[in-house]
């Protein structure tokens, strides 16, 4: 049988199927259950700290209530939680497998990385290339659907997100992921598109954790989400020629300075008017908000998530005005 790993974000999944191993990305594990606070509860229990972010507690739930016996922790790139998270999987009696990106997006640091991992799995770089090109079929078809979202409208911003952020693991089977998109893609070429006079909102910063609710609730309000910063970069949008070059042009691990460069081309390219920004609540990454906030020339909305599933009443009159304050500067742009 196919041994399980876990992984606690995007990883060379390569190096792992190249392994005879079936990725499962923990987040996507969690967030999918029928009751997530029951796995949020396994973690209280065991101790982690009420003011932990619910991804990481989230993801330690679902290792012990899937019973999980190997995981692969990004200890470089991804979450410094992750280094705790490791260590207390190792005393429940979890093998971890430690994987971190380089400091800087290098393709040959990238290359030695990836190459450990292959070695610690019992595989090489060249059959991790061979499943790259296997690959290739899905993350393209990935990307055509996100297209189909910001160019023709036929695709909503929750679908965009759902199937881009489904590529970390590509819901643990990618060869099933790839007929299911194929057929989802035939169906919703047959759909009538989104009317073009709504407005255009990119969506960065981590996945929430109420994702469809937050996009439900923008497209209800004349507005509707035509990018998804890191579920697109999941999908590996820049592949490059290979593995290590695709795994550098992967921005997420690195400095905000990279994304900014990739977030402004996208919002020139798919004629955004306004940003929402969502940070989870206790991640160090939230600080970036400081950054977007200087760089993007944009207008943007904060929104910070915690273990709500739900967008409360603050959170949509804060949506409703943001689209308000857009609509009103469109139209006073549009008369001059
Ligand atoms: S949201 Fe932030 S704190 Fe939580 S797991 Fe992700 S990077 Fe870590």
Redesign the pocket.
């Given at each position: 049988m196919m041994k399980t790993i876990g992984i606690?974000?995007t990883i060379p999944i390569e190096c792992l199927i190249a392994a005879g191993c079936r990725p499962v990305d923990l987040?996507n594990l969690f967030i999918s259950h029928q009751n997530p606070s029951q796995l949020l509860d396994i973690a209280e229990r065991a101790g982690f700290p009420l003011n932990?972010?619910?991804?990481?507690k989230g993801?330690y739930g679902a290792c012990i209530k899937h019973r999980l016996e190997t995981v692969i922790c990004v200890t470089g790139g991804?979450?410094?939680?992750?280094l705790m998270l490791m260590e207390v999987l190792k005393l429940k009696g979890i093998k971890t497998i430690p994987f971190a990106y380089p400091a800087s997006p290098n393709p040959e640091a990238m290359q030695q990385e990836m190459e450990k991992l292959c070695r610690t799995l019992g595989t090489s770089m060249k059959d991790a290339e061979e499943v790259r090109q296997k690959l290739a079929k899905p993350r393209s078809l990935t990307l055509e659907l996100d297209r189909m979202t910001w160019e023709d409208g036929s695709t909503t911003g929750f679908e965009n997100h759902i199937w881009l952020v489904s590529t970390s693991d590509f819901n643990q089977d990618y060869l099933r992921f790839t007929r299911e998109i194929e057929t989802f893609i035939i169906d919703a070429h047959r759909r009538t598109p989104f009317s073009s006079d709504r407005l255009r909102i990119g969506y960065i910063g981590?996945p929430p954790v109420f994702a469809n609710p937050l996009y439900s609730f923008v497209e209800e309000n004349n507005a509707r989400v035509v990018y998804n910063e890191i579920q697109r970069q999941f999908a590996m949008p820049c592949s490059g020629t290979n593995l290590s070059q695709q795994y550098s042009n992967y921005t997420y691990p690195y400095d905000t300075a990279g994304r900014v460069r990739d977030i402004s081309r996208q919002i020139k390219l798919r004629r955004i008017d306004g940003v929402i920004h969502y940070?989870?609540s206790?991640?160090?990454?939230?600080i970036s908000d400081i950054i977007f906030r200087t760089e993007l020339g944009i207008p943007i909305l904060t929104l910070e998530g915690g273990s709500d599933y739900n967008i409360n009443q603050h959170l949509k009159t804060r949506i409703e005005a943001f689209i308000d304050m857009l609509e009103r500067s469109k139209i006073e742009k549009g008369k001059n």
């Open positions: 606690t974000t987040n932990t972010c619910t991804w990481i993801i991804d979450c410094s939680n992750t981590v940070v989870q206790f991640c160090h990454r939230a």
